[in-house]
């Protein structure tokens, strides 16, 4: 996401780092191009225009002016007015009220809005909460199925919604139910239509009446740009939503829905969805989105990213084969499943600062089909092999390679690199680069 705009800005502050010192002239120029980046970015005009206007404002100011880096400064103030742009800091689902607390899910058709339900469940459940889903979408068979599915998948209660129910019935009903079930947030997949209409609106109203939601989450699609904004306007003026959840970010290169939303409707963006994954879902923050975009990386985010999938104990076991030269082809095939889960490896690379533009300049893509043809190698093996690979001889190597749908050369490269991380690990543990060995963070966190 924001992959075309922050190439563009990246050329901009090149140039403005360029200078030893800026001048009204260059800070102008920098800023014309800044305004055609964002324009292109699908940027509301109107939000451009009061942003640059607001850079240009600190950017004339002695903060700049003053500064032994000028340019560094201009960047920073950039980033700041950026995260402000988009609401400042991360607001989250409000849960406040008599359990269980409704959360409505309200949208177009085709946003997305059932998965984000399911996503929804998914991080309310890591939190600690019990969620119930309710399909209140009586007008698509398809939704209710695929919410029930969902919450097979999931191991969550979902009401028994029919076709033939009212959908203001349904949540009143399944708030009883959800409380008979031990659940304490209720989440309320509504109805969408293709467009906004007087009839869809009411039926909202009514529902939100009705069950008097805790909060009104909108999900909008941030590939249609400034649709979602003008969407998202509407959909605000009818029922005073709480915030939004943009899908599909990893699908936008531009970015102008995420960075217009808040401007426009006063309304935070409060999550993301960056998958197709249940897991694929992430909290909106944005000061970290501001530094994504600039290249600066996201490590707090990897971090949770991490800390969510990683067994600490397992990742401890680790860390002492590691030390004692014990780590098998088995333990790199479990710690490579566990890493896999915190999502697309481009993705998380770009959250390292600096990454992002070595990608730029180098053309660099990682390949994930290589890990698969990793694992597929790995999960040839016999749990004798995958222990000990020093057993593994020419036979073996292409038994495991036809099991695998590989070549003979691809085991080979693997038991290398895997031989030649091991030995290195080794001159570490035995002192040859004094404290390294144990200071080294263990894999996977």
Same mark, same amino acid.
């Given at each position: 996401m924001f992959d075309s705009l922050s190439e563009k800005l990246d050329s901009v502050f090149k140039r403005l780092r360029g200078h030893g010192t800026l001048s009204e002239s260059n800070i102008s120029d920098g800023l014309r191009e800044v305004r055609m980046a964002l324009l292109e970015a699908d940027v509301h005009f109107k939000v451009v225009k009061q942003f640059v206007a607001d850079i240009k404002e600190r950017a004339m100011g002695q903060e700049v002016m003053a500064s032994l880096t000028p340019g560094q400064q201009v960047i920073k103030i950039v980033n700041d007015e950026l995260a402000r742009l988009m609401g400042g800091r991360h607001e989250g689902l409000s849960l406040a009220g008599t359990h269980p607390v409704p959360i409505m899910m309200v949208g177009l058709q085709g946003s997305g809005k059932t998965t984000t339900t399911g996503k929804l469940a998914v991080m309310l459940r890591k939190q600690g909460r019990k969620p119930y889903l309710v399909p209140a979408d009586v007008y698509r068979p398809a939704a209710i199925d695929q919410l029930r599915k969902i919450g097979v998948q999931l191991d969550v209660p979902v009401f028994e919604s029919r076709t033939d129910m009212n959908p203001v019935d349904i949540c009143q009903k399944a708030r009883v139910a959800a409380h008979k079930a031990g659940c304490d947030t209720v989440l309320i997949d509504t109805a969408g239509r293709l467009h906004i209409d007087a009839e869809l609106m009411d039926e909202l109203k009514a529902i939100k009446a009705a069950v008097s939601p805790s909060d009104i989450l909108l999900v909008a699609d941030a590939m249609t740009g400034q649709d979602a904004v003008n969407m998202a306007k509407s959909f605000d003026d009818a029922l005073d939503i709480g915030g939004v959840v943009l899908t599909k970010m990893d699908g936008d290169a531009r970015g102008g829905a995420a960075l217009s939303i808040k401007s426009i409707t006063g309304k935070p963006i409060k999550f993301v969805g960056v998958g197709e994954k249940l897991n694929d879902f992430e909290a909106f923050h944005p000061d970290r989105m501001a530094s994504r975009i600039l290249g600066m990386g996201d490590v707090l985010t990897m971090i949770e990213k991490a800390q969510s999938v990683v067994d600490a104990k397992q990742?401890? &076991?680790?860390?002492? +084969?590691?030390?004692?030269?014990?780590?098998?082809?088995? %333990?790199? #095939?479990?710690? $490579?499943?566990?890493? #896999?889960?915190?999502?697309?490896?481009? %993705?998380?690379?770009?959250?390292?600062?600096?990454?992002?533009?070595?990608?730029? $300049?180098?053309?660099? &893509?990682?390949? &994930?089909?290589?890990?698969? @043809? /990793? &694992? =597929? /190698?790995? !999960?040839?093996?016999?749990?004798?092999? @995958? #222990?000990?690979?020093? /057993?593994? !001889?020419?036979?073996? *190597?292409? *038994?495991? =390679?036809?099991?695998?749908?590989?070549?003979?050369? %691809?085991? !080979?490269?693997?038991? +290398?690199?895997?031989?030649?991380?091991?030995?290195?690990?080794?001159?570490f543990t035995k002192g040859n680069m004094r404290g390294l060995g144990r200071g080294m963070p263990p894999m996977g966190r």
């Open positions: 990742a401890e &076991e680790y860390q002492k +084969k590691l030390r004692k030269n014990q780590f098998t082809l088995e %333990d790199f #095939r479990n710690q $490579m499943t566990q890493v #896999r889960k915190m999502g697309s490896l481009t %993705d998380l690379l770009g959250m390292i600062p600096g990454f992002g533009k070595l990608k730029q $300049m180098k053309g660099m &893509e990682v390949d &994930e089909s290589e890990l698969t @043809r /990793i &694992e =597929a /190698i790995i !999960n040839s093996m016999t749990p004798q092999e @995958r #222990r000990q690979h020093q /057993i593994i !001889n020419g036979s073996r *190597r292409r *038994r495991i =390679a036809l099991g695998s749908g590989t070549t003979v050369q %691809d085991v !080979n490269s693997l038991l +290398k690199n895997y031989t030649q991380v091991m030995k290195m690990m080794k001159k």
